[in-house]
Structure formats: C-alpha cells, structure tokens
C-alpha cells in the first residue's frame, strides 16, 4: 500500500493492483483484505455501512478472480475427423473418461487432457476397425 498521509490518527493509503497481487501471492484474499480494512476503518468511516465501499470490495474480488481464470494444462487436440459419425463417437467417449477440455462441434476439433490420448488413440483406432467390420 502507497501511504498517501500519515497522522497521529488517521492513515490515508492507495492500495493498488500489484500490492494486491503480491498480498495473493501469501495467501491473502480479497475478503481479508476487505475485513482487515473494515476492522481498522476510523472510527467516523466505521460508523458508516458498508465501511469498505463496495467499489472497493468489488474491485478486490475482480483481481482476485482473475488470477484464476486462466489455467494451462497440457493437451491433446483432434480434429481433422472423417466424418461426424466418428467425430461424435470420439467425443461422447473422451466427455465419459472426463477427458474433455474443450469441444467446437463446427469445426469437429476437440482437446484432452495429454494422459487420455493413448486411450483415446486405441478408442478410435478399435472403432474405426468396428466400423469396418460392421461394413462387409
């Protein structure tokens, strides 16, 4: 926190994004922020509700969400499918092993989790042949 003024009785601080973000980095979260701030309000500004505008405790929600909105994940993706048949069948199959990490119908692509593919490999290569078989 920047210390904008300082007197025998008031504290007056900007906090801003990087010094949030490091707070996240401890293990500080925006709701123990948003308490601390509330619990040492002055005594005038306390008497107020909320205490803590809730601009303020919404912007502190905001950067603490977005520290977990991207994750990565090592991934597998197909696409480049046959036919819809095969495309369908591949996909229920990797959304029942909870292999699924994303899936765009349109374009017949999906990813999986990277540990899936070899069984999502043996799944298609097995349906593929059961398909053939199906044919003669």
């Not at 008031?10 to 948003?34: H, K, N, P, S």
């Not at 619990?39 to 405790?57: F, I, Y």
């Not at 502190?60 to 480049?80: C, D, I």
Request: glycine share 4%.
């Amino acid at each position: 926190m920047r210390t904008d003024c300082l007197l025998p009785n008031l504290y007056v601080g900007t906090l801003t994004r990087e010094v949030f973000l490091d707070a996240l980095e401890l293990g500080i979260t925006a709701a123990d922020v948003t308490t601390f701030l509330q619990q040492h309000a002055h005594p005038q500004v306390a008497r107020r509700m909320p205490a803590v505008p809730e601009n303020v405790q919404e912007q502190l929600v905001l950067w603490e969400t977005e520290t977990r909105r991207v994750v990565s994940e090592a991934a597998t993706l197909y696409n480049k499918f046959e036919d819809d048949e095969l495309f369908l069948a591949s996909s229920t199959h990797a959304q029942s092993l909870g292999l699924m990490l994303w899936v765009d119908n349109i374009t017949r692509s999906f990813a999986i989790k990277r540990l899936g593919h070899e069984a999502m490999r043996g799944f298609i290569v097995e349906y593929k042949a059961q398909r053939a078989r199906n044919q003669l």
